[in-house]
Structure formats: C-alpha cells, structure tokens
C-alpha cells in the first residue's frame, strides 16, 4: 500500500531564503510522485511531477524536487522564497488509482 | 477549456437536508475523484469512478453517494447532512492510462449547522 508522509506541518522562512518542503513515501512499486500547491481559497494546482524520468525534476515557479530512491524522498526546494510562495504544498504519490496525498505542509513566508 | 467545474460554491444546511455537489470536467478523463479537505487532515478521498458506469469507495464514503452521470458529470449527495460534514469538498479528474495527474476543480465550501 502507499503511503505519504510530509514533516512538519508549518515552515516558516524569510523572503529570499532557501525553502526546503519535506516528503517521504512508502510505496512497493517505483511511484509516480506529485507536488501540489494549494493558495487560499483556491483548488490545487500541479507544482511537478516526477514519472520515472530524470531524478530531478523542475516544476513552475522555480520549484524542483529531487527524487531519491535509497531514502524513499521527494522533497521540495526552491532556492529563495517570495511572499507569493506562501501556501499550503501537498505531495502525492501514485503506484495505483487513486493518488494518495500527505496532509499538507503550509509554507509561511515573512518579509 | 474550462477544466473541472463544481457547483455550488458555498452552502449552508441545516442538519438533516440534502444535497448534491455538481462536479463536471471538458478534457474527457476517465477517471473522477471527490475529495474533503479539512485542517489538519488533508485530503481525504470519498468516492471515485474509474471509468464511466463505475463507482468505488474511498476512506471516508459513509453519509454520501455518487453518481457518474456520464463521461463528464460526477455528483455527490448528502442525503441527511450533519455538522461533522462541514468541509470543503473538491472535485478531481484524471486521464488515465499512464497519466496520474489530477486535476482539480475550484472547491465548495459546505457548512452544516
């Protein structure tokens, strides 16, 4: 069975710092590995995906993730933070319909 | 496109009515998804349709239904609603085969006092 696990379920950083979301998962199978990111009162929006493909994978808004196999991760970087980035990211994996999602990390951000 | 739609955007019950969530997609996916997001909780799958005429539970599916009207349509009913239902309620979809991407509609906002 599948099975996600994000750390902490609040990380605050300062504009311009490093932001580093973690992600770990359980799966039996090489997944396919999502990012989400949800803004206030909006659905979620696909951050990237990683599908087997280059282990680092880019998504939008200058937002990678890098998938290693030997530590079963997946974790979210982006090298310096804006005040837009403040939101709540979700990771998902999916060896099987439907996907299953962490419960959430929200990313807040100060000036 | 419109992508995924769900109507209404907002509810308010009272314990005890009904109603139903509309959810249709334009990009002719397979597969639909309803989701409650609660905090602290995530996302929490409570039915699914993997294909047209075809339903299945998912981790929270008692208090509702569904039905796959057609290819498009995807609808969730609470037949007697109750205040632990008072969530945010989103529609998913999915193409299928090898692709795993969901996407997702706008959300309702459901409260029920």
């Known amino acids: 069975a599948q099975s996600v696990t994000q750390l902490g379920s609040h990380v605050s950083v300062s504009e311009g710092a ?5 992600c770990n998962y359980s799966s039996s199978v ?13 659905g979620l929006q696909l951050l990237l995906k990683y599908t087997s493909a280059a ?14 196999k ?4 997946f974790h979210l970087t982006k090298p310096s933070a804006h005040m837009r980035d403040a939101a709540e990211y ?11 999602f962490g419960k959430g990390t929200m990313l807040l951000v100060s000036p | 496109n419109a992508g995924v739609t769900q109507t209404p955007k907002f509810q308010v019950l009272k314990t005890g009515q009904s109603m139903t969530l509309q959810c ?13 997001q609660d905090p602290g909780m995530g996302l929490r799958l409570i039915y699914y349709s993997a294909s047209e005429g075809t339903t299945d539970k998912g981790e929270v599916p008692n208090g509702y239904n569904v039905s796959r009207l057609n ?16 969530s945010v309620y989103f529609c998913a979809s999915v193409e299928g085969g090898d692709s795993y991407e969901q996407y997702f509609g706008p959300g309702t906002r459901l409260t029920v006092t």
């Open chain 1, 18 to 22: 490093l932001v580093l979301l973690r």
């Open chain 1, 30 to 42: 090489p997944p396919y590995l999502f990012w989400y990111v949800q803004y206030p009162n909006q």
């Open chain 1, 55 to 68: 282990t680092l994978v880019k998504g939008i808004n200058g937002f990678e993730a890098e998938f290693k």
């Open chain 1, 70 to 73: 030997s530590e079963t991760s």
């Open chain 1, 90 to 100: 979700f990771c998902a994996v999916s060896e099987e319909y439907p996907l299953t």
């Open chain 2, 24 to 36: 249709a997609q334009d990009m002719n996916h397979n597969s639909m998804y309803w989701y409650r």
């Open chain 2, 71 to 86: 290819k498009r349509e995807f609808s969730l009913r609470l037949e007697s609603a109750a205040p632990s239902q008072t």
